[in-house]
């Protein structure tokens, strides 16, 4: 695994963390919270907790989640870029805006601080693109996306899920207006 870290980084290759994939089908982890299932429509909540109660004790996937929490850790120890955006796919678990937070506190858990969980949440992509002088970080003259979070991430990494208001070109939008405007929609359309 070394030895494909250091071609990796070598390469310039970036690597996307898709942790949340990975727990959706491991053992005795949590299932999803109550307000995302309350985004999916009701057909797929229930298909995805049908599929999450299938979930077989000795399934590997759980040493296979570890093992990617740690092919991460080294990866970026090597100076490898990692970025962060779980693909909706496996069981249908993994929503947007949902998944990208938990994923955030999946890196924290896989050994990051929580502030370098938010850097490869946000920064990093802009990195990659090529557009951190245009977005990925708060600066003058700079697009202005974020989200304001009741809390500090930076102490409790779960507070990402406090989102309070939603900044997209400037303009803000209510986070529980957003999430309501959704509420059963997910998997319909």
């Not at 070598?10 to 990975?22: E, I, K, N």
């Not at 370098?116 to 990093?124: G, L, P, S, V, Y």
């Not at 102490?155 to 207006?177: M, P, Q, W």
């Amino acid at each position: 695994m070394q030895e494909l870290i250091r071609y990796l980084v070598s390469q310039h290759v970036a690597v996307t963390s898709t942790l949340p994939v990975f727990e959706a089908h491991a053992p005795g982890r949590p299932a999803l919270q109550q307000r995302t299932l309350d985004a999916m429509s009701a057909e797929s909540a229930q298909s995805y907790l049908s599929d999450r109660a299938r979930v077989a004790l000795d399934s590997p996937m759980m040493v296979l989640l570890r093992k990617e929490m740690d092919f991460e850790i080294a990866f970026v120890k090597a100076g490898g870029l990692l970025l962060a955006g779980p693909d909706p796919t496996g069981n249908g678990g993994v929503l947007p805006g949902f998944g990208d937070e938990r994923e955030i506190e999946l890196l924290v858990e896989a050994g990051f601080t929580p502030v370098e969980a938010i850097h490869i949440a946000t920064e990093n992509g802009a990195l990659y693109l090529g557009q951190q002088d245009r977005i990925g970080t708060l600066a003058p003259g700079k697009q202005a996306d974020l989200v304001l979070i009741k809390g500090d991430p930076s102490k409790r990494i779960e507070e990402t899920e406090n989102v309070e208001t939603v900044f997209k070109a400037g303009l803000g939008y209510d986070s529980k207006k957003l999430i309501d405007s959704v509420r059963g929609q997910v998997g319909i359309r």
